[in-house]
């Protein structure tokens, strides 16, 4: 098995259903307009409300588009939206959506 820095941390759970965009551009605004020219006013007011014809549409762009970087790895963290809404690295993603992938979070044996 290929250890690695797994990362993917559960930030909406999915019990929120259609709201979890709205959820989302709620807590992160901020992070939402500073982290990329494709996610401007008009996407983060799209996702505010379900009502809006672009919500979904708009939602795939923040999806696609949005990363951080983990403070204490300096890894690019990315949105996996798989029932739940979660923030993970490369590897914690592969991980979320292929469980049967070799990645083993790294650290010392148990």
Known sequence: MTKVNV???????GANGIYIPQIFAQRYEKQLRENDPMIDGDTIGDITSPDNEF?????NTVLDTFNVKDPET????????????????????????????DNEPAGDEI
């Open 7 to 13: 990362i993917c941390d559960c930030i909406i759970d």
């Open 55 to 59: 919500y979904w549409e708009s939602w």
């Open 74 to 101: 300096g890894e690019k963290l990315m949105l996996c939206h798989e029932s739940d809404l979660f923030l993970c690295n490369d590897a914690g993603a592969d991980q979320l959506f292929d469980p049967d992938c």
